[in-house]
């Protein structure tokens, strides 16, 4: 199909004029960090494009060969190729890499639902690449004696979070896939992966393997110990096993409800607290009936 071009009116310049671009000419950004799932938003997102189009151009970047390099729009990109669509509206950017990283982790980082993992490698790749522009990373005064902002203080500024968040996020780079997928799947909390991430990746690796021995994984102050005994001497099995084999809340066994089951059972109203106590006092009165029962 040819390419087409499509002005939306005269004082258009380059960054804004929107193009038609064939979808076998486009290209995944390198590296970009984050996933295309292809799950019931995703199922939204085409349902959407079918009946309204694409409403917001995506953003690329030229290549050598005649291709371009997608900087915002995989999943419009990946909606397009489901629903067979043989060009996309886009809107080409003359960006060298370091550019379109930033422009890249920004289009994304404000979209809701993305996962730590998505979080933390998008705030990396932004911090990694603010560094090679020659951005300084310490604290500096401007010509007039005002504090200039640090790398990450600009990136926290940028996403609305803090600057002690977004340290944290990019500490979860360092962590080990096992671990890092058992934080996106919600099965470990932010703080005591950042404290594993600190730790040396044979370590983590052993306690990972620990974690299965026990089916559990170490509370904040566990992995606090663990990594100040680290700072001190090199942390063995025997370190990690005795740690580990003290009880803890995640140890105790539990029942696991989902929500999803459950709403269909109650009105709109009802709050997740409102929903246990009415189970609870659902299974104390079964409990008094079979005593009773048994008591005959």
């Not at 087409?4 to 979808?23: F, G």
């Not at 370091?98 to 932004?126: C, Q, T, W």
């Not at 990972?208 to 089916?215: A, G, I, P, Q, V």
Request: glycine fraction near 2%; include cysteine.
């Amino acid at each position: 199909m040819t390419e087409r071009t499509n002005i939306l009116n005269e004082t258009q310049d380059d960054a804004t004029r929107i193009v038609y671009l064939p979808t076998d000419k486009l290209r995944a950004f390198a590296e970009h960090p984050y996933k295309i799932i292809d799950n019931d938003e995703m199922t939204s997102l085409v349902e959407s494009i079918k009946t309204q189009g694409i409403l917001t151009p995506i953003v690329v970047r030229p290549m050598v060969n005649g291709e371009y390099e997608i900087v915002s729009g995989h999943r419009r990109v990946f909606a397009c190729n489901k629903l067979g669509m043989f060009e996309v509206p886009a809107v080409v950017r003359e960006l060298t890499r370091e550019e379109a990283i930033v422009v890249m982790a920004d289009s994304n980082l404000h979209r809701d639902g993305l996962l730590p993992s998505e979080k933390a490698f998008a705030y990396k790749m932004k911090l990694d690449a603010i560094k090679r522009q020659g951005e300084r990373t310490d604290l500096t005064s401007d010509h007039r004696g005002q504090k200039s902002l640090t790398s990450v203080e600009r990136i926290a500024l940028e996403s609305d979070e803090s600057k002690s968040q977004v340290q944290r996020y990019i500490a979860l780079t360092n962590l080990i896939p096992e671990f890092l997928q058992m934080v996106d799947e919600g099965k470990m909390a932010l703080t005591p992966a950042v404290e594993i991430s600190r730790l040396p990746i044979e370590t983590q690796r052993m306690l990972h393997r620990e974690c299965e021995l026990c089916d559990c994984t170490p509370s904040y102050s566990q992995t606090v110990r663990m990594r100040k005994i680290n700072e001190v001497r090199e942390l063995t099995w025997h370190d990690l096993t005795e740690i580990m084999s003290e009880e803890k809340a995640n140890q105790k066994e539990k029942v696991t409800f989902f929500m999803d089951d459950l709403k269909k059972y109650y009105p709109r109203s009802a709050t997740p607290k409102d929903i246990a106590a009415d189970i609870m006092k659902m299974l104390e009165s079964r409990y008094k009936a079979r005593r009773n029962r048994d008591a005959r």
